[in-house]
């Protein structure tokens, strides 16, 4: 039931990247998720013949460590708290899973500091309430997630009620979404329905088989030929016999299921012609599949060839990894240092300049998961190590390794943009203490604006604009604050959003779709209109934003 579940968000994740409010080109809820909950698939897949407490923590640990996004931590903890009760137990029933959805809630609440509603959180809220109305009427599992289900949509479809951005932009909550089609692909799985269980990536427990040119010249029968005779009359025992006897004579692998309506037949043959015509014999085809072996043959060679030397330069990379590893744990423990989340190599730059130790690359376009923060952290030889998230949707995964690190102290300073990051930074101050640090640059960033220009993937209205497919958008902090067709014009709106009487320096960092001569054209716009204010122009480098921009 996970791994259907796990593989139907896999399959709906770019349509749950759709709803997003902001129709910014980087909407990640549905890859947030889905990469949460693969994280956990990898590690059930591993398993062979599990416990349920074996099963529970692969789970849990899987999905704790690979979550990615606010979307991405929700999930986890709700998978967590589901575990918790379920590693209890061999067999499972209506009361054991009443009682997992209560504690997959709760903790899911106890982890958000400040729990919204209309939310993935109120979709789970509603599916554990009709859980504990259900425990006491039903028995039967299959009823029992079936009604628990139709609640989870339901409450998903009220969201746009209870948060007025949602029914702004027209669309259902993302993160709800992402949810109701996890527990729609567990309920697959419990009725029986046939599903590819196969999770890409998942370690198999066997060293793959070596595949040569003469593999492929043991495809004897190059067509896997699938389809359904909708019979004209019922199919008499001879007759069935017969049938079988002829694919035998034109293929092998052959499976024929036969009823007084119905036919469902596979054969592998050289000629698939040949099959449909004796099977037109005996009525109407329907579901007609034929797929090339030797085709999916080639392509799976050349797939092997690619996954062959990703796996050597991760092999280099791991080994270079080690050598700077060694090299870091040679030299003495410092009492500080830093992790920073980074978009773009001059941002990177930027941040190297100001002393980070280990720059983990993402940010809004790839929200770094737990895991990665773990890593990041081993990487810093030093007691205290600050993580700088530098975007609202990854403070929570920065968030979550604290509680994992047992060997250094982790301190979060909850930067949501790159110049909180930035201005953080430069306020550190070395002969300081640890808290009286985290004390300072939390302050000091509560004092920066930051706006960003991108371009919007679809027409929609919010904060309210009227936004159309393709538009330039100016993102504040808060909301969006300029939109438009023109992307000079756009950013200097937006920059008249941010500019008041205490504003003393902007700083403008232009990204990979833009250049340095349209950024200081830019910047002696602004200087022109704002002659009391410093106007300073950085290579950022970051996709996705022609331009983030801080004012201070």
Request: charged residues 25%; contains cysteine.
């Amino acid at each position: 039931m996970f791994l259907a579940g796990a593989k139907n968000l896999d399959s709906k994740k770019d349509w749950i990247n759709e709803l997003n409010v902001f129709p910014v080109p980087d909407g990640d809820t549905g890859t947030n998720m889905t990469m949460t909950i693969m994280s956990a698939a990898k590690e059930v897949s591993s398993l062979t013949d599990p416990t349920m407490a074996e099963l529970a923590k692969a789970i849990s640990s899987g999905s704790l460590r690979g979550a990615r996004g606010n979307s991405g931590v929700i999930l986890s903890q709700l998978f967590r708290g589901f575990c918790k009760v379920i590693k209890e137990y061999d067999e499972i029933d209506v009361t054991i899973l009443c009682e997992a959805c209560q504690k997959a809630v709760e903790t899911a609440y106890k982890a958000v500091m400040k729990p919204k509603e209309g939310t993935i959180l109120t979709v789970a809220k509603g599916a554990a309430e009709k859980a504990l109305e259900l425990s006491d009427d039903t028995e039967d599992v299959v009823t029992f997630v079936e009604e628990v289900i139709k609640q989870a949509e339901y409450v998903l479809d009220q969201t746009p009620e209870m948060l007025p951005v949602l029914k702004q932009a027209g669309v259902v909550d993302s993160g709800g979404q992402g949810l109701v089609q996890v527990l729609k692909g567990a309920y697959d799985a419990l009725i029986g329905k046939e599903i590819d269980y196969t999770i890409e990536g998942a370690p198999t427990g066997a060293a793959p088989a070596k595949i040569t040119a003469e593999t492929e010249a043991e495809i004897k029968f190059g067509y896997c030929t699938e389809f359904i005779i909708v019979l004209n009359a019922p199919m008499s025992d001879n007759e069935e016999h017969a049938y079988k006897a002829f694919l035998e004579s034109i293929g092998d692998s052959i499976v024929v299921v036969a009823d007084d309506e119905i036919v469902k037949t596979h054969v592998h043959t050289n000629d698939p012609g040949l099959a449909l015509q004796k099977a037109l014999t005996f009525g109407s085809l329907s579901k007609i599949k034929i797929d090339n072996m030797r085709e999916e043959h080639q392509e799976k060679l050349i797939k092997d060839s690619q996954k062959l030397a990703a796996q050597q330069k991760a092999e280099e990379e791991a080994y270079e990894a080690a050598q700077a590893d060694e090299k870091i744990s040679n030299m003495p423990v410092k009492e500080m240092g830093f992790v920073s989340v980074s978009i773009g190599e001059g941002m990177n730059e930027v941040f190297r300049g100001l002393g980070v130790d280990y720059l983990i690359e993402g940010g809004q376009t790839m929200n770094p998961s737990t895991e990665d923060m773990l890593n990041a952290i081993e990487h810093v030889n030093a007691k205290t190590v600050f993580i700088l998230p530098n975007n609202k949707n990854i403070i929570m995964a920065a968030n979550q390794a604290v509680d994992l690190v047992e060997d250094k102290q982790i301190i979060v300073i909850p930067t949501k943009t790159i110049p909180q990051g930035i201005t953080a930074l430069v306020n550190y101050i070395p002969d300081h203490s640890a808290e009286e640090n985290k004390e300072q640059m939390i302050a000091e960033i509560e004092n920066v604006k930051t706006g960003q220009v991108t371009y919007a993937v679809r027409d929609t209205e919010i904060d309210g604009k009227t936004i159309k497919q393709n538009d330039f958008m100016g993102i504040g902090d808060k909301s969006i604050l300029s939109v438009g067709t023109d992307l000079r014009a756009t950013t200097l709106e937006m920059v008249d959003a941010m500019v008041d009487e205490d504003s003393a320096i902007v700083s403008i960092y232009f990204g990979s779709d833009s250049d340095e001569d349209s950024a200081n054209e830019l910047a002696a716009a602004i200087e022109e209109k704002y002659p009391d204010v410093e106007v300073e122009v950085n290579d950022g480098g970051q996709p996705i934003y022609y331009y983030v921009i801080s004012v201070e």
